[in-house]
């Protein structure tokens, strides 16, 4: 069964730095989405099973960057630059079931992640 706990949520002032971290229970292709209040769920991040693809929301771009210790099974999210816009529950999530072919892509479609972790808080003051 595919384990995956995110951590390093908090508050953080805007303009400030975060990251996050995903302990996963094995290597696979990975992601980071996030849900604010009233608002659906939306990629933020993907990174391939190798770390050498990565994809970022255009809201992310040049603020965020996605990266992994494939000896540890971790991939972090580093949130540079932080907006109040950014407030959300993060949820790292895991393509389990992905191919040998597949797994060398960073998807950003949600319907192709089967495990999710249990969310981290994120939280930026305006």
């Known amino acids: 069964q595919v384990q995956l706990q995110e951590s390093g949520g908090g508050l953080v002032q805007a303009g400030d730095s975060l990251r996050l971290s995903c302990a996963a229970s094995g290597r696979y292709a990975m992601a980071w989405f996030r849900q604010a209040t009233g608002k659906e769920r939306e990629v933020v991040a993907s990174?391939?099973?190798?770390?050498?693809?990565?994809y970022y929301a255009d809201s992310v771009k040049g603020r965020f960057t996605s990266s992994r210790d494939n000896a540890t099974n971790t991939v972090f999210l580093q949130l540079n630059r932080p907006k109040p816009e950014d407030t959300a529950v993060y949820y790292c999530?895991?393509?389990?079931?992905?191919?040998?072919?597949?797994?060398?892509?960073?998807?950003?479609?949600?319907?192709?992640?089967?495990?999710w972790g249990q969310g981290t808080q994120v939280t930026v003051p305006s």
């Open positions: 990174i391939s099973w190798s770390g050498e693809i990565t």
């Open positions: 999530a895991a393509r389990s079931k992905a191919s040998d072919a597949t797994r060398w892509i960073a998807s950003a479609v949600s319907a192709e992640y089967d495990c």
